[in-house]
């Protein structure tokens, strides 16, 4: 399934598996795949949501909040 995706791509799947293995979580929902495009850093995607002012601390308390 993965295949298909770019690297980059990947790389946020990833990290948002980490971000909901470390909220306990036994899913990954839109909000992991948020903390992961903001962990990512580097893409269109996470400049985007930098330049919005989404931090990763913030973001992650958030979803804690919910």
Do not use: S
């Not at 990290?15 to 903001?38: D, S, V």
Request: charge should be positive.
């Amino acid at each position: 399934m993965f295949e298909r995706f770019t690297d980059r791509a990947r790389r946020v799947v990833v990290l948002a598996q980490e971000e909901a293995r470390m909220l306990n979580h036994n899913y990954i929902g839109t909000e992991h795949i948020l903390l992961g495009l903001i962990r990512e850093g580097e893409g269109v995607a996470a400049q985007v949501l930098v330049k919005l002012g989404a931090e990763l601390t913030r973001v992650r308390q958030q979803v804690i909040q919910l």
